[in-house]
């Protein structure tokens, strides 16, 4: 049997899976849903690396799991994706960890000597998912992880002059971290709700994302319970 932890920062961001879920199998204890051939828990964490990172830490130290996927929106660096997207990110940076100049540019840890920028899980300042190369079904892209999301002009054209990441998020650097020190296969899935631009709310298509990510999870988890379920 295997067992799978679904890791999202909201409730909202996996409903639909969630419903679908709870039509076919009523959950034991937390939100764990059991059929014969897989065991699917759902972790709601809350939004933001620190919450992200000790809700994740807690439940794998808590029960064993082959595989985690963590699924969310996130917004778009790279106006090529489109609205509704969905991706699957094969590399994070803790993106806004490090210290602002006196000239409002941007210093990380690495650069300051404070983390080494190749000890495990970083290579080069990222983490890489080795895991997830074993996956193709999606559009591979690079990720940052941010504590603020950016909404100012100078700001995203400062991120966009040093980042080849084409996705943003709040927790993706929490999950790689810990699934990588923890040698825990993971995947990270996101859908683009809204472009990384001067802060517009009105222009995100958060409904849209959702629908389209939690089609993809569906087909997945649908896929790994052989189909009996659709
Ligand atoms: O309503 C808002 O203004 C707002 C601002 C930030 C996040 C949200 C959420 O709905 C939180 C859910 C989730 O969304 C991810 N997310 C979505 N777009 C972005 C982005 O442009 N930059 C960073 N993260 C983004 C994030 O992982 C949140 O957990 C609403």
Redesign the pocket.
Known sequence: MKNLLLV???E??IAPILKWLETLKAPEANLKFSFPELEVTVLTTG??LPL?MFQLTRALTLARFDLVINA?????LDKQLELGAVVQVVSETFADLGVEEADGSFTDLFKLNLINPVAPPFQDGKMVNTFGSAYDFLPKVHGI??NK???YAPSIDNLKRHTNAK??????AAVFYTCLMYQMPFLEI?S?????EP?N?DA?E?AL?IENLNDVLKNMLAGLLENRYE
Do not use: K, L, P, Q
């Open positions: 999202a920062a909201t909202f961001e939004v933001g992200a969310g929106i996130a917004g778009a992880t941010v999301v950016h909404g996705v943003e998020s709040m927790e993706g996101r683009i709700s809204n472009y990384v802060r709310r995100w958060i994302a």
